[in-house]
């Protein structure tokens, strides 16, 4: 169980306090149940409540990564790639569904997919789909957003630089960044 005050990834909502964990009624037959209430870095206005012991939105909250951790995760998943889906409606379900869910590996094979595709296609004076460039632009981002809190990842170039291994990320201080988000 998470406690108050702590930092998770939550979906593509993104880095995320756990401000408080409380009883709330929102069903209606009035029954109590506890929850995590979550509370963006980006939009401190925002809240978001996660059933505590819904096993399936809990599972999506991810503990913040180190840098250091970011760092084997992208040495890890450099060569790593999805499968092709030809069909770009299906594709386009697939990466949805990727973006959706959140989950870091994830996104990064998304990334190194894409970015493979983009190689090939201009090997032949080709582009991609704009959907895909859409997709790829969107799971940059929410790589970019939750690895710049621990990291000096601060751009999609520092993302790619980093997932291509041409740069080594550095950590950042987080209780500096944390203490400015309150």
């Known amino acids: 169980m998470y406690k108050?005050?702590?930092?998770?990834?939550?979906r593509s909502e993104g880095v995320c306090v756990?401000?408080?964990?409380?009883?709330?009624?929102?069903?209606?037959?009035?029954?109590s149940e506890?929850?995590?209430?979550?509370?963006?870095?980006?939009?401190?206005?925002?809240?978001?409540y996660v059933p505590v012991?819904?096993?399936?939105?809990?599972?999506?909250?991810?503990?913040?990564?180190?840098?250091?951790?970011?760092?084997?995760?992208?040495d890890e998943l450099r060569e790593q790639y999805m499968e092709w889906v030809s069909d770009s409606r299906a594709r386009n379900s697939v990466l949805r569904e990727i973006l959706a869910a959140g989950n870091r590996r994830e996104l990064i094979m998304l990334v190194n997919t894409i970015n493979d595709r983009?190689?090939?296609?201009?090997?032949?004076?080709?582009k991609i789909t704009a959907g895909d460039e859409n997709i790829l632009k969107r799971a940059q981002k929410m790589l970019v957003d939750e690895f710049s809190v621990t990291t000096d990842i601060e751009t999609e170039e520092d993302l790619l630089s980093?997932?291509?291994?041409?740069?080594?990320?550095?950590?950042?201080?987080?209780?500096e960044l944390f203490s400015s988000a309150k």
């Open 4 to 10: 108050v005050g702590t930092y998770v990834s939550y």
């Open 18 to 31: 756990i401000s408080d964990i409380r009883m709330e009624a929102f069903n209606a037959l009035g029954k």
């Open 34 to 48: 506890e929850f995590y209430i979550l509370a963006p870095i980006k939009d401190m206005n925002s809240v978001l």
């Open 53 to 74: 012991n819904n096993e399936v939105l809990t599972s999506k909250m991810q503990p913040l990564l180190s840098a250091e951790e970011i760092c084997a995760l992208a």
């Open 118 to 126: 983009i190689a090939r296609s201009a090997e032949i004076g080709r």
């Open 162 to 175: 980093v997932l291509d291994g041409t740069r080594i990320c550095s950590s950042k201080d987080i209780e």
